[in-house]
């Protein structure tokens, strides 16, 4: 499977529409313009990639950022880690070029990372049948705490080689405050109201309620 992302990383006073070249306010982005058969090298703005767990399979074809999966199972995360703000919202495109087997294709996006193993992130799932599930995880001592149920994204499909937008934001502490939204590359954006939101959970996430998602 190839994984194909393209994104931009904003402070929240910046509401682009889409991924787009940087302003005074990207903390960062990239057009994934160049080309590298191995790793991502240096984003636009926000400096170089770190990809996990290396950059084998990981390259940029002069429009993507592309991530190839050769089995199921595995996964590859690339990061910037000379970024760094507590309130943020990211927007990004991702494609595949595989229809979805078993439980489907993930991708992940990380909003706010705290430390090794400690981190928020929205996941977004591709299913066999075309649908889209999107949901918000909190990541504690290397263990996923599901902040809300799974919610199906109403009027958004996937099919391969055909691009999803995802756009999300957190900010706040205490309580953190994490909104999404999925489209359609070729639609409309949706309204300010159809966010995939999510609480912070109880401090203690081993006995958190989990309220669910919802995506209106």
């Not at 909190?138 to 902040?147: E, K, L, P, Q, Y």
Request: hydrophobic content about 40%.
């Amino acid at each position: 499977m190839l994984l194909g992302v393209a994104f931009a990383m904003v402070l929240p006073v910046a509401v682009p529409g889409e991924a787009r070249a940087a302003d005074a306010d990207t903390l960062a982005a990239d057009t994934f313009t160049r080309t590298s058969a191995q790793g991502w090298r240096q984003a636009d703005v926000g400096g170089a990639y770190t990809i996990s767990p290396d950059s084998s399979n990981v390259s940029v074809d002069g429009n993507a950022g592309v991530i190839t999966l050769l089995q199921a199972g595995v996964s590859r995360s690339a990061a910037l880690d000379d970024v760094s703000a507590r309130d943020a919202r990211l927007t990004f495109r991702i494609k595949t070029d595989k229809k979805p087997t078993g439980a489907g294709q993930f991708a992940y996006a990380t909003l706010r990372h705290v430390s090794e193993g400690t981190e928020y992130r929205v996941r977004v799932r591709l299913a066999t049948d075309g649908s889209v599930w999107g949901r918000v995880e909190r990541i504690r001592s290397g263990v996923t705490f599901v902040v809300g149920a799974e919610a199906r994204l109403q009027g958004v499909q996937h099919a391969p080689g055909a691009s999803l937008w995802v756009r999300a934001r957190v900010r706040g502490a205490d309580p953190t405050s994490i909104h999404a939204k999925v489209w359609s590359d070729g639609q409309a954006r949706p309204g300010a109201r159809r966010w995939l939101r999510a609480p912070e959970p109880a401090p203690d996430p081993g006995v958190a309620r989990r309220p669910p998602c919802d995506y209106d």
